[in-house]
């Protein structure tokens, strides 16, 4: 895939200063891209580089053109334009002809191009150009919107619905039963059958491996513009506000509701029905066990240490409290 | 689906108050049923929402009827009830008919309802009434019981054993080779074939994308009523104990032994080789790192912080050792 | 499967003292084994067991021989030479005759053994005595090295490369998009194009339903003798140095890089751009957020507590900061 420069400048909105005219054939950091390749720089400690660089262009802001000795596109949110550029230089997997398909006749796919394997349910609708590689299951009932790309091995599960635009990963299982169990007098679990479903908004993209448990009664709730990463957990009824993100193996227990713009980092626990307000970060592998009412950034987990250091400060930890009394410090004292 | 009242009652053994005939075709929160709509009450804070619901039918108990307006099911344990009463609700994924199955001829399925991309092994044999969704991998001499529903995607290794009446969810993979590696003189690992596999009991549950790997000489077991929610991994040889619950994302490593009626939260980390008696409850994100032989709650997790209050907090815990030699406390002063 | 007693000492190329002639049909521990049955000891504290075995043989070191009163193996690493022996009583699951593929006509499969529901892309080639069980999708343009078993269900995506003997089990996927997104001005994020791959080397072991990302323009790398667990994360442009194991559930952020020969347990979350040296020993469920320059051991979680004594420790944790100016001491004592 190659382009003249000045196209790309054309399509990222980019004021081009230099050569419209010379190929990009590809995209690199600022140390290794060559003359045919596009860079970018986000961040003025990199500068050294920038000057420095033969690559065929770079992608920079206002602030920071002096410093650039070759063409430049001029843009307010360099990372943004970058990130819009590595989309014109992606390969995409070739979607076999599928020769083996269980489509039930009363589905409606419009063009969807399907690979081998897929199994599509009774009443399922799916909108314009929506793809779905191999071995894809969707269920009975399911709505899936335009625009949409859904990887190799996803399941989506009976009544669940996608809006448009959304990129479901590889092995990843939406609307799957929650973990609800009721006991019995003989300390024996009786599991509750999962009446809601699963609504995700537009422009979603949920990673590989993960889950998102369909509600009891109400839906779980993946509001527009959501990403979440790899092997993440969501129980049911979960509702996740509109441009939160999640990292990686972050688990959220259910009936817990986040708001808008979060970032939750990796490994992260949220325990059951809590409420998370807009505007929160909470850094990776952090245990979330109240409410959060206040935006901000929030972390907890133990510093690491070296081993034996960690055994001391481990043990005496468990001592605080007694400490406290020997020292004869009141709660009051703390506040 | 639409049940006459009275029906309800009699399949869940309650004792009904008010009208038997009307047509009961949903269960909603107290709060949001209508007239159609069956709700239930299983908590006494709750108590308002009672008195002002406009449900056709309350499940609750006899401590709360006389604040029912409405037609009440008495029944003993209310959540079990609603946990009972979900199942009449549920709707199920049609099946396809599957045209592309590979079932080797050694295989004996009875009346096993087969999805399509389904493979079956040589000497699997499934009981009575026992379904497979799409694309299940079942691997030579398994044997699952009656009444087990796997669901799409599940891959059950060779040899493995399910009980009657399992629910296997999506992308489970069980029975697949453990962690275990040998190092040689020259630092490099060499894995060991694991001989053993993973024998599950009657009533178990697992949930979607969990791993249980099969044993190294001995079995993995998963006692009867265990119920295992998504995305955990257990690994070789671990015992779980009769009708204990896991909670999404935990790891419970090597050789542990975990006993009955145990409550593990969500992201809980055990780790190898201990022992966890009966009627423990470990809270979502502890470590568990030594042996449990007492019944009780127990937890371990930083608590979740502003960020600057964290790093302040973790830098004074990093010193706690050489705090307490400064004010001069001896270990034996907090005994 | 049996073999005579002198073969497999040859095999595994230990001393015999004793009957070479006795027949061995299966592996069991000291206590377990029987006259047919193969045992091992690894550490002196079984000595008991090794003293009692009724095993018809025993792998064992020098300095245990005199306590052995069965047939002897002697080895230099008797555990090592366990791992060697299970291989030789693996049943390997069969694999079906497929009869419903999608081969694309450029790949080159060797003699690749293949079952039922694989779907193999345009220019994929693969190495000799290489085997994909059923379902598995290779994208276009892979590379699959020589002697390797891939499990059912996993995917490998566009572009990577895997070296000689390598194992992945089922249901991971290697190569799927990476988690980066830049957002503009209304708070949305854009999602990154991944143009890296993964590039895996020689025996290489990956677990059950992990996944590995590529990288954003360079590519994530997996060097020689990896062995990686279940349900493991490892982001976009991560290194892992040779002969580094990676426990269960796992998450390594975005471009990390980790040494040779570590030992990371299970449930570490390690955040991104870090660099961590060769030999270093990472304690299950420890988060890693910094640079790690010397080999040894860490360790970094809150002590498992009775529920409220974990209560007012972490209570008092959270005021450390108001007790030591309480108490007059300063960060410069504790130095």
């Given at each position: 895939m190659t382009y003249k420069l000045g196209l790309i400048a054309e399509k990222i909105g980019a004021e081009l200063i230099g050569d419209s005219e010379i190929d990009i054939n590809g995209i690199n950091s600022l140390s290794k891209a060559n003359a045919n390749q596009l860079s970018y720089i986000a961040n003025k400690k990199y500068i050294d580089s920038l000057v420095n660089t033969n690559a065929g262009a770079v992608i920079l802001s206002e602030n920071m053109k002096n410093d650039c000795k070759?063409?430049?596109l001029l843009v307010s949110n360099p990372y943004l334009a970058f990130a819009k550029v590595t989309h014109f230089f992606k390969s995409?997997?070739?979607?076999?002809?599928?020769?083996?398909?269980?489509?039930?006749?009363?589905a409606n796919l419009n063009n969807a191009v399907l690979g081998p394997g897929c199994v599509i349910g009774k009443n399922v609708l799916i909108g314009k150009n929506t793809t779905l590689e191999s071995n894809c299951i969707i269920e009975d009932n399911v709505r899936i919107g335009n625009e949409c790309h859904i990887s190799s091995s996803v399941i989506i599960q009976r009544d669940c619905q996608l809006g448009n635009n959304c990129t479901i990963l590889p092995s990843s299982v939406?609307?799957?039963?929650?973990?609800?169990?009721?006991?019995?007098?003989?300390?024996?679990?009786?599991?509750?059958?999962?009446?809601?479903k699963v609504v995700i908004g537009d422009n979603v993209c949920i990673g590989s491996n993960s889950a998102i448990?369909?509600?009891t009664i109400d839906d779980t709730q993946i509001h527009s513009g959501v990403k979440i990463d790899n092997l993440v957990h969501?129980?049911?009824?979960v509702v996740i506000g509109e441009n939160t993100a999640i990292a990686a193996k972050t688990g959220i227990a259910g009936s817990t509701v986040i708001g808008k713009r979060c970032m939750i980092g990796g490994m992260v626990g949220i325990v059951g029905h809590l409420n998370i307000t807009d505007d929160v970060t909470i850094n990776a592998t952090s245990t979330v066990n109240r409410d959060i009412k206040k935006p901000g950034i929030y972390t907890g987990f133990f510093p690491l240490m070296p081993h034996n250091a960690w055994k001391k400060a481990g043990m005496w930890l468990t001592k605080l409290d007694k400490i406290t009394r020997i020292l004869n410090i009141k709660l009051k004292d703390t506040k």
């Open positions: 070759t063409n430049a995409n997997n070739t979607i076999p002809k599928a020769n083996n398909l269980n489509i039930d006749p009363s939406i609307g799957s039963e929650g973990f609800g169990n009721a006991l019995d007098e003989n300390k024996c679990w009786h599991r509750i059958a999962h009446l809601g448990d369909r509600g969501i129980a049911h009824n």
